[in-house]
């Protein structure tokens, strides 16, 4: 079994920043991206950011320079660094990884967390 358990979210004034964390566990094989996406209330869930094994990033415009995703690869870490926070930011944030398990097939699957809730006051 594979879990990702998101921690960080919290209620911030505009203008404020957080950082979100999601570790991953279990029997984790090889890990091909992970991302954060969020979902505000009466809105379908949207992509935030990713970040691809190699390095590769990729942000919605609405964060473009405002947030930044890392990873820590001996911890299986991935991190949402979010600075100028706006009211519109707030949402459920949903960690993301597409994992294949240990076995004897490589298979990547896409896994969620439970998500964690950032408010964002004006």
């Known amino acids: 079994q594979v879990q990702l358990v998101e921690s960080g979210g919290d209620l911030v004034q505009a203008g404020g920043s957080l950082r979100l964390s999601c570790d991953a566990s279990g029997r984790i094989f090889s890990i091909r991206a992970m991302g954060w996406y969020r979902q505000a209330p009466g809105k379908q869930r949207e992509l935030v950011a990713t970040r691809a094994s190699g390095g590769t990033t990729n942000y919605a415009d609405s964060v473009r320079g405002r947030f930044t995703i890392s990873r820590d690869n001996a911890k299986i870490t991935v991190y949402l660094q979010m600075n100028s926070l706006k009211p519109e930011d707030t949402a459920v944030y949903y960690c993301?990884?597409?994992?294949?398990?240990?076995?004897?097939?490589?298979?990547?699957?896409?896994?969620w967390g439970q998500g964690t809730q950032v408010t964002v006051s004006s």
């Open positions: 993301n990884a597409e994992i294949a398990e240990i076995g004897t097939t490589v298979r990547y699957v896409n896994y």
